[in-house]
């Protein structure tokens, strides 16, 4: 058996399927792949123990009411649908990241794939909420600049679905006080260093009359915004009253943080970013809501 490693999780390609000996002790780690090219057949590892390895068949069938899993060096898109013969409840691993998804919507032209796991691992939990600060110390709280739109950034799963955004006012909340949020894309969501540049979503300009010392958790304007892409997304926040106070953090420098903001006018949200700087200050707390 000749056993060609051809990435960085040694995966194996062979001329046999893989067996309770092809282990640790060879190398080979949990979610390494193995094709048997003489069948076809690809199997993931899901344990390496050795001796006790265990490999999972996950070749892509077309039999009906089975749940394959389709192995590619990408993760699916809107356009892995009925079409291609998938079908709900099929999986998909991303060979280069080891990221396993599946579909919970198989529409031609608007497959939804939701994440399973990160980097093949552990089975991924449902978020429940997405939100930036979940390890940050919200200390007393402050107010944010009239008119100043803040962008935080956060990594999304494709196939999620956020219907709704949330901040929390502790004071200052009343009828002629206003704020939205929003979402926006960067040109490539993959780049660890880029930035926001398109709104692809936003709530309407609430008013924050009542809310004091409670969560706000407002709708997006036309229904959910679905993550098509895994990869990093910007959440913003605007108000149009500085005697607002929010939830926050008070980082005395913020230029390693991935935060930004750029001046604008009430509660607009722009359509396209403009010229934008770190901030040295109050960072809020701002979630987007997946259920």
Known sequence: MTQTPRAKITDVTASVNPTVNDDGTQALDVRSLWVNESNGKVFFCVNNAAGAAVWKDVTLTAAAGTHPVHASTIDPTINDDASLSFELGHHWINTTTQDIFQASDVTIGAAVWRPSSTNGATPAVNPGELMYGTLMDYLPPGNLTSGLVFYIRLKLGAGLEIPNMRTFIDSGGTGSRDIR???????????????????????????????????????????????????????????????????????????????????????VLPATVGTISNPVGYIPYLAAVEA
């Open 181 to 267: 949020m929003g979402i926006y894309e960067q040109t490539d969501p993959t780049d660890p260093d880029g930035l926001p540049v398109t709104r692809a979503a936003q709530t309407l300009p609430v008013a924050t009359n009542g809310q004091n010392r409670q969560f706000m958790t407002e709708p997006l304007i036309g229904g959910s915004y679905t993550v098509l892409t895994t990869g990093y997304y910007w959440l913003a926040i605007v108000t149009d009253s500085t005697s607002l106070k929010f939830a926050v953090c008070n980082v005395a420098r913020a230029d390693f943080l991935p935060v930004r903001r750029e001046a604008g006018t009430g509660t």
